[in-house]
Structure formats: C-alpha cells, structure tokens
C-alpha cells in the first residue's frame, strides 16, 4: 500500500453539543447540519480549493494548500454562523469549534490522512471555545503577518496524548472581518519605499507563495536600514489587488474571462478583505465560461457576506436556472426582488460595458430557463 508524506494545512472542526442537539430534535438538526454543508461550508472549502478528507458525523477533517486559506475559511465559516444563530435560542444554536495546525502527515493511497499534523488539529479543535478558532505555533506563525486578527496567546498547552505542549493561539471572531481603519499617520522625513509583489511568470501557480515569499523578505530586510520607512505589506500588497481586480474586470467585459480568473484569484490572495465585489465579478467570469458550478459557489459567499446584494441573486438564479435547479433559482430570483424592488434588466443590458452583447443575454436565457422572466 503506497502512501506519501507531506507538509500540509489541518482544519479540524465539529458541533458543539451535537449530542444533546441531536436527541432533543434529531430530525432538525441534521437537516440544518446538511444545509450548512451544502450552502456555506462546502461551498466555502470548495472556492479555495480545500479538501474534505474525511467526515465524522458531525465534525470534518479539511486539507488546505495554505494556512493563509484555512484561516480565512474558517474565520469566514464562523462569522457567518454568528449571523444565522441570530435570533435562535441559545440552546438551539449550531455553534463549531475549529482547529488548524500546519504539519507534517501522510497520505494513504486512498486519500486518508493521517500522523501528528491531523492528531495535533484535532486536539486543537478540542479546546477551541464555541465559535472559535484555535491555531498551533506552527499555524500562526504564517499569518500573522498576513491577516489583521484579534488573538489570544493562550501559552503552551498540554493537548491529549501529544507527547509535546504546543503554544496555542485563539482567534477572535464573530463579526464581519474588516480592515482596521488607520489612524492618520504623519510621514517622517527620510526617503520612504514601497515594495510589491513579484509577479510569478512561471505559469505554475504554487509558485505564487514563493514570489510573495519574496517580498516578504526583501520588506524585512529593508526595515532594518534606519534610513528608510517600508511600507507596510498589506498596505501595498492591498494596492496591488485593486490593479489585478481592475484588470479582471476590464477581461471580462471584453470576452477573456478565462483569462480574468487568475486575476480575481490574485486580487483575493493578497488582500483577504477584498470588496465584495470581486466576489461577484469572480462569479461572474466562472458564469460567461458556462461553469457554473464553481460560480455558485463563489456567488453563495457573495451573499454569505452582503446579504442584500440583488446582483449576485440575479446570476445565482441564472446559474440555477442552468443547472436544471429551478426551485432554487425562483428562490433566489424572488430574494433579489426582495432586496431591489426596481430591478431592471433592461437597464443592467444598456449600463454595463460588454463588448460581446450575447455575453449578457447568457445571463437572461438563464433566468428564462429558470421561468423567472419571458
């Protein structure tokens, strides 16, 4: 039986008192549990390429290329959670507790994981509170110069039969994740730089990790000439996502979306509090390739985090509506009207700037097929 051993980032998560949830009303929780996985957390792994090794009845194990993605799903995944338990009683509530360790595992020929890397997840997961996230040393070493977080160092930790105390880090989540707003700063007076990123002309994209990796480290070892003031990292790597997000829209208006799909994925890799938007036009791009499964997912978390979007509704309807889901799709349809009773496709058919005008009327014969207009 052959296997192979590698690095890879642990996401490790379950319900909180699933158990007594269950024998209070087991027919409604495992129907809310699946329509969780089917429109939030799947849909969440799934765009950023994650891997569901393996379910536990309630929990999940979850292999990512980076820890940077993990952490961003999850923090992603609770902050939605806070806004479905809304309004449910406390003793109702699915809550998850999650935990990500970045370590080394190996993986069995049909696809298992196993070894420390999962063991020490797993155990994290265990001592997570409700709604939150715990990480390793080893995980939050790498984003915390990546992600603008509220942690809590909870010092090295005993975790069950791992032979090692492991620093333990809590996340603090629940609320929608934004950029902090920077107070006014004046500038000093030396010569001040500002370095971007590479751009990976290798046409693989795990190399993209390397070329951040690299102005990572020219950005530190700038900042220890006193003579210079280096911007910060996410200041210019933010400025460089607005570039590639403008980029991939211009693409998709023009008929490349092909080629806009790396573009929005770039914008969204190096500033994890992208607008909305990009989200959108992301969706949008999979929708005029026809795949349109991957744009439903991508819309889902559009809505996930605007929900009074009626933009992306009106092509999730169309996505539907290809798809042959045509409950789903009047669903939708019915939300968008909900949010902007004035809706207009004749208007949205002369605004926006498609060179190809068959381009818009794909999104149109999706809602025909969907029933929702003539």
């Known amino acids: ?161 791992i032979a090692e105390p492991v620093r333990v880090y ?44 690299i102005s990572e480290d020219i950005i530190t070892a700038l900042s220890k000439l006193s003579q210079l003031f280096v911007i910060a990292r996410n200041s210019s790597f933010t400025f460089f996502a607005h570039g590639y997000n403008s980029l991939g829209v211009i693409l998709h208006y023009v008929g490349r979306s092909e080629e806009a799909l790396p573009c929005f994925e770039r914008a969204m890799a190096l500033d994890p509090f992208c607008p909305g938007m990009v989200l959108h036009f992301h969706g949008q791009a999979y929708f005029q390739l026809r795949r349109y499964e991957e744009a439903a997912a991508v819309l889902k978390r559009r809505i996930l985090r605007f929900p009074e979007t009626d933009a992306s509704r009106v092509l999730l309807a169309a996505c539907y509506g290809e798809m042959g889901r045509l409950d789903e799709a009047r669903e939708q349809w019915r939300e968008a009207l909900r949010v902007n009773p004035d809706f207009s496709l004749d208007y949205r058919r002369k605004v926006l700037p498609y060179k190809n005008p068959a381009d818009f009327e794909a999104v149109v014969d999706g809602l025909r097929k969907a029933g929702v207009v003539k």
């Open 1 to 161: 039986m052959s296997e192979t051993r590698k690095l890879a980032a642990i996401l490790a998560a379950d319900v909180v008192g699933f158990s007594r949830l269950a024998s209070a009303d087991e027919d409604r929780t495992l129907a809310r549990l699946r329509a969780l996985r089917s429109d939030l957390i799947d849909p969440t792994i799934a765009v950023h390429h994650g891997r569901v090794v393996k379910r536990t009845g309630d929990g999940a194990l979850v292999e990512f290329r980076s820890v940077v993605d993990a952490v961003r799903r999850a923090i992603e995944i609770q902050n939605a959670m806070v806004e479905r338990n809304a309004g449910v009683p406390a003793e109702r509530r699915i809550e998850f507790r999650i935990g990500i360790h970045l370590g080394d595992v190996v993986e069995e020929a049909d696809g298992d994981l196993m070894g420390d890397g999962v063991n020490i997840a797993a155990r994290l997961e265990g001592i997570a509170k409700p709604g939150a996230i715990c990480l390793s040393e080893d995980a939050f070493r790498q984003v915390r110069a990546r992600l603008d977080l509220a942690v809590s160092d909870l010092g090295e930790t005993q975790l069950k039969n």
């Open 170 to 213: 809590a996340l603090t989540v629940g609320l929608p994740a934004e950029v902090k707003p920077a107070a006014p700063v004046a500038l000093p007076d030396k010569l001040s730089i500002a370095v971007l990123p590479f751009q990976n002309m290798s046409g693989d994209p795990e190399q993209e990790y390397f070329a951040d990796g």
